[in-house]
């Protein structure tokens, strides 16, 4: 089993920048990729979460929702077990909480089981 905590969410002013980070632990975390997704306020089913970014494991391999595309970047150091998104131009549409997960990377991102906490990414002005 993974572990993975999230962090870096807040309030931001549409078009600014956040960064959120997800830490992983447990049992061989570098195997797996990883993903975020996220979810409006309001919707508690988890099959309710969007993806929005995901990486794969070791070649590099990432993903975008079209609706990102262009705006946020995913990276991974596997050193560390951490994945980051850096969010920019952001929109008031973004506002979510974001969760980290483990999945499967690729044109179709799958949720693996392994769930963050979330983080709380509110964009208003």
């Known amino acids: 089993q993974v572990q993975l905590v999230e962090s870096g969410g807040g309030l931001v002013q549409p078009g600014g920048s956040l960064r959120l980070s997800c830490s992983a632990s447990?049992?061989?975390?570098?195997?797996?990729?990883l993903g975020w997704f996220r979810q409006a306020s309001g919707e508690e089913r988890e099959e309710e979460r969007q993806?929005?970014?995901?990486?794969?494991?070791?070649?590099?391999?990432?993903y975008y929702a079209d609706s990102v595309k262009g705006r946020f970047t995913i990276s991974r150091d596997n050193a560390k077990n951490t994945v980051t998104l850096q969010m920019n131009n952001l929109k008031v549409e973004d506002t979510a909480i974001y969760y980290c997960?483990?999945?499967?990377?690729?044109?179709?991102?799958?949720?693996?089981?392994?769930w963050g906490r979330g983080t709380q990414v509110t964009v208003s002005s």
């Open positions: 993806e929005v970014s995901c990486i794969s494991s070791s070649d590099g391999w990432t």
């Open positions: 447990g049992s061989s975390p570098g195997y797996y990729a």
């Open positions: 997960a483990t999945v499967m990377c690729g044109s179709i991102v799958t949720p693996l089981g392994s």
